[in-house]
């Protein structure tokens, strides 16, 4: 167990290591910043108001949930028609065959009058 925590260690250590190497750039310092004060800034709006917070949620979720569901119907109808046209040919190829013996019956009573 004690070489897992080290591994472990070291994948967050070195991290660290490369983030603060990538900070030496002025314009990586000047987007880390822009960043931070952004999601600072929608973290505090979200303390200040939970409920519309959740409210967003709870629609996002709520479209989502219709998405699927809509997505899913689709899928059903586009199987049952892919289902329907797998039956087609059987069905042209026997009336192919039944149009194919009444045209001989009808050449077969000509040829014999």
């Known amino acids: ?15 660290i290591a490369g983030g603060a190497v990538s ?11 822009a960043d931070f004060s ?16 959740i409210d967003n949620m709870k629609e996002t979720a709520n479209k989502v949930r219709t998405t699927v569901e809509q997505v899913t119907e689709d899928i059903a109808f586009i199987t049952e028609k892919v289902e329907e046209i797998k039956d087609v040919p059987p069905q042209i190829s026997e009336l ?16 014999s009058k």
């Open 1 to 15: 167990m004690g070489s897992s925590k080290r591994f472990w260690m070291g994948i967050f250590l070195g991290a």
């Open 23 to 33: 900070l030496l750039e002025k314009s990586t310092r000047q987007a880390v910043k």
């Open 38 to 53: 952004k999601v600072s800034s929608e973290v505090n709006y979200v303390v200040k108001h939970p409920n519309e917070f």
């Open 96 to 111: 192919v065959k039944e149009t194919k013996e009444s045209l001989r019956k009808i050449a077969a009573s000509a040829d």
